[in-house]
């Protein structure tokens, strides 16, 4: 619960931080530290354009994330056109702005801006459900292991925790975003 915890922390954290990534000066502001930047596609001006911010950590040096849909990319190569690679992997809303940024109206901003929480808010909505579904899953097992240990019992196989047959999820931008390890 704690990582969870941390997990959302985290996640406000970004969800406020990323407004001021509109701008694509602040986006380009976060790739000091970009492995490529010569005699390449995704060079950082042409990742900031295409709404990237750069997200390195210890394992992973070259991951770059949309700051607005929250796809994350990595394994970068020279070759590779950010833009083209953003958009034929989702439609992101901001990619598809039909006017500059700056030109848009109040109105049309605030429309932006609820779809870019809309997002943040799924993502989170989908981590605290898969972290409730694990530790159910480790204290059942908990349980089980104690009983058996306790009392020589042969547990039955799992219930399902609903009588619904299973929906199937439809592709969201953070399940397609795991890492893309295709490229
Ligand atoms: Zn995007």
Known sequence: MERLLEELALASKHLSDFKDM?????????????????NCKCTPENMAKAGFIHCPNANQPDVAKCFFCLIELECWEPKDDPWEEHTKRHSCGFLSLTKPFDDLTMEEYYMLEMTRLRTFLCKIGRSVIKA??????????????NFVSKHQ?????PV????????????????QSKRIQEK
Request: hydrophobic share 25%.
């Open 160 to 175: 399902p925790l609903q009588a619904d047959p299973p929906v199937q999820h439809s592709e969201s931008s953070y399940s």
């Open 153 to 157: 019992y042969t547990p039955l196989p």
């Open 132 to 145: 409730f579904e694990e530790e159910v899953a480790a204290t059942r097992q908990r349980l089980v292991d």
């Open 22 to 38: 509109y701008e694509y000066k602040n986006r380009l502001k976060t790739f000091t530290k970009w492995p490529f930047t010569e």
